[in-house]
Structure formats: structure tokens, C-alpha cells
């Protein structure tokens, strides 16, 4: 048992040497110096792209409620449904009407073919058809006149029942329950979809000329990295505080955004600066720091490095222990440890 025990460990150990001495498979770069614009952080705040105060086209007391705040509800789904006893009185008596006009409308009718017979024939008068086809005018439009108001009132039964026009979330609550009275106006509640944030920045004057609308910026919400695009400057500035609107437009469906919250976005200063140069593959994620690893006489070592910004396919770090013409690990960077052997390609 022993024996097998010292087999197992001392294949382990031999493995390990193995490894070792073979080191890791990489490709390196090159750390060049040069002038950047470096990065500078600006602060924004986040608002929902469709927010809707809900208000009522209609008007009656309350029947039936389906608003809860922080509810999500689907779009068409009922909010609120108002009383319409009175407005369903108001739609039979019309529909009966209707059908009484078009039954008079019908008779007429017949009575004006048999008339046009009979006054070619001098049987009737002329006045007497002509008072008959005056009526049959009359009648053709009291029916359409019925047709409108009746289409009026199953517009305003349809008003009744008011329900979200679209997806979201349910953020305020502006009536109480049933049997209130709402009028026409009456706001009852707000929604806001949460599949799509805007957020605005109050960028200084200085950067108006140097946004590009086609690039993606580094932008941080709720600790995390995005690449976004600066979808629109508004050309109206601010005159106490000299600075103008930017916009970005994000698509939050996984995010977990809420309006007001902060966002910082990074844009090269119109200033210049010395800094290191490496390519973008270089710098990784590592122990929830940006990393690079450099060859430091055939050994990985982990620098910590510090992102002031890009030029190209080209990173700009700053960094203790970066020195010019230093060998820096582009790729097998993720599968590398801080002092493991290291292979160059």
C-alpha cells in the first residue's frame, strides 16, 4: 500500500518538474514609449428611454385595480377598469335606434322606386316624390349621424378600460382603489420600461470638437465595463457651468439600472502625455485588477498597470517596473501565474 502511495506521489512530483521545466506557451510584445491623450472620467446619471405617466381618457369611478408599485406588467394588460353602466345604457338605445332609422331608411326606399314609376306616368305629383326622396336624404344621413355618435360612445367604452401601452414597471401609484372617482386627465399611474437606459453626461466645452461618434468609450455602471457609443451632442450648452449634453443609449434588459443612478464614462483629454504603449491583448483582468505579465529572464511577472488610454490597437499604461523595449506577454496572458516558466513562441 505504502509503495503504491510513493509511486502515485512521485509520478505527481515528476509530472510537476515536467511542467515546470517546459513552462508556459506564449507570444510577446514589445513596451514602446509614446504621446497620448490621456483618459479623463466624467460622471453621468442614468434615465429609462420610456417613461409614460398613464392618465385617463375617460371618466367614472373605479371597478377594478391592478396597480402595485415595483409590478411588472406586460403591455395591454389592465390597469384600471371604470364604471360604464350608464355609458352601456347610452350604446343599446343607440344601436336600437339605428336599427329603427334603417328599417324607416328601407321603406322609404321602396316607396321612392314605386314613385318614380308612378309620377312618369302623371298617376302622382311631382311634390309628392320629390318629399319622399327629400326624406329618403334626410334618413341616409340621420343613420350616419347615429353610426358616429354610436362609434363615439364605444370609443369612449373602450376608454374605459385603460391598460399599459407598454412593458414595464409599475413606479408610482396615483389613485387609490375602488370607487374612486377619476376624471378625464387623471394620471393613475407610471411606467417605465427597463429594456433601454439613456444616460447623460455634462462634458466640459473644451471636448466638443474631439468627440467621435463612431468610437466606443470605456463606460463603468454599477462597477462594471461596457463599450458604448456616444449617440448625440446636443449643441446647446450650459452658460454658468460651460459645458454641453452628451447622450448614450444602453441596453439594460440584464442590467439591474434604476433612474438617477451613476455612470462615469473615460474620453481622451484634448492634453498630451508620455506613456507606455503595449497592444490591447496585453492587458488583462487579474485578481480584479488590470494586469500585464512581462518576460523577466524566462519567468512570468505580474505588473500592475493602469489604463490612461488608446492609440489605434494600442493600449496606454502606466505602470511600476514598465521600462521601454520590455517583452510583454499578448498571448497564453490568461492561463499565465505571477513566476511561471515561461515559453516564447
Given at each position: 500500500?505504502?509503495?503504491?502511495?510513493?509511486?502515485?506521489?512521485?509520478?505527481?512530483?515528476?509530472?510537476?518538474?515536467?511542467?515546470?521545466?517546459?513552462?508556459?506557451?506564449?507570444?510577446?510584445?514589445?513596451?514602446?514609449?509614446?504621446?497620448?491623450?490621456?483618459?479623463?472620467?466624467?460622471?453621468?446619471?442614468?434615465?429609462?428611454?420610456?417613461?409614460?405617466?398613464?392618465?385617463?381618457?375617460?371618466?367614472?369611478?373605479?371597478r377594478k385595480e391592478n396597480i402595485e408599485t415595483g409590478k411588472f406588467i406586460k403591455k395591454g394588460v389592465s390597469l384600471v377598469e371604470l364604471d360604464s353602466d350608464i355609458l352601456d345604457t347610452s350604446i343599446k338605445i343607440l344601436k336600437a335606434s339605428l336599427n329603427i332609422a334603417k328599417i324607416e331608411l328601407e321603406n322609404i326606399a321602396k316607396d321612392l322606386k314605386r314613385y318614380e314609376t308612378l309620377v312618369l306616368t302623371q298617376t302622382i305629383n311631382q311634390k309628392?316624390?320629390?318629399?319622399?326622396?327629400?326624406?329618403?336624404?334626410?334618413?341616409?344621413?340621420?343613420?350616419?349621424?347615429?353610426?358616429?355618435?354610436?362609434?363615439?360612445?364605444?370609443?369612449?367604452?373602450?376608454?374605459?378600460?385603460?391598460?399599459?401601452?407598454?412593458?414595464?414597471?409599475?413606479?408610482d401609484k396615483k389613485v387609490g382603489s375602488i370607487g374612486e372617482w377619476v376624471g378625464i386627465g387623471t394620471k393613475i399611474a407610471t411606467i417605465v420600461n427597463t429594456d433601454m437606459i439613456e444616460i447623460i453626461f455634462n462634458l466640459p466645452s473644451r471636448l466638443y470638437g474631439s468627440i467621435d461618434l463612431t468610437k466606443e468609450y470605456d463606460l463603468v455602471l454599477d462597477n462594471t465595463k461596457y463599450k458604448a457609443k456616444i449617440f448625440a451632442i446636443i449643441p446647446k450648452g450650459d452658460m454658468s457651468s460651460r459645458t454641453f449634453m452628451a447622450k448614450v443609449k444602453l441596453d439594460s434588459s440584464?442590467?439591474?439600472?434604476?433612474?438617477?443612478?451613476?455612470?462615469?464614462?473615460?474620453?481622451?483629454?484634448?492634453?498630451?502625455?508620455?506613456?507606455?504603449?503595449?497592444?490591447?491583448?496585453?492587458?488583462?483582468?487579474?485578481?480584479?485588477q488590470e494586469v500585464v505579465f512581462v518576460n523577466n529572464n524566462g519567468f512570468a511577472q505580474m505588473i500592475p498597470v493602469n489604463v490612461i488610454g488608446y492609440q489605434n490597437d494600442l493600449v496606454a499604461v502606466e505602470?511600476?517596473?514598465?521600462?521601454?523595449?520590455?517583452?510583454?506577454i499578448i498571448k497564453g496572458n490568461e492561463r499565465v501565474f505571477p513566476n511561471q516558466p515561461i515559453v516564447i513562441k
Open positions: 500500500m505504502y509503495r503504491v502511495l510513493f509511486l502515485i506521489f512521485f509520478c505527481f512530483l515528476a509530472l510537476l518538474q515536467a511542467n515546470q521545466v517546459q513552462g508556459a506557451l506564449v507570444e510577446v510584445g514589445v513596451v514602446k514609449k509614446g504621446i497620448i491623450n490621456p483618459l479623463e472620467e466624467f460622471s453621468g446619471s442614468v434615465y429609462f428611454l420610456q417613461s409614460s405617466d398613464i392618465a385617463s381618457q375617460s371618466s367614472g369611478a373605479i309628392l316624390y320629390d318629399d319622399t326622396k327629400f326624406a329618403y336624404t334626410i334618413k341616409e344621413n340621420q343613420i350616419i349621424s347615429i353610426e358616429a355618435e354610436l362609434e363615439k360612445l364605444e370609443i369612449d367604452k373602450k376608454y374605459k378600460n385603460i391598460t399599459a401601452p407598454f412593458s414595464g414597471i409599475i413606479v440584464n442590467l439591474k439600472a434604476y433612474e438617477g443612478m451613476k455612470a462615469v464614462i473615460k474620453i481622451p483629454n484634448t492634453s498630451t502625455k508620455d506613456a507606455f504603449l503595449l497592444s490591447r491583448d496585453s492587458v488583462i483582468i487579474r485578481f480584479n505602470g511600476v517596473g514598465l521600462t521601454e523595449n520590455m517583452q510583454v
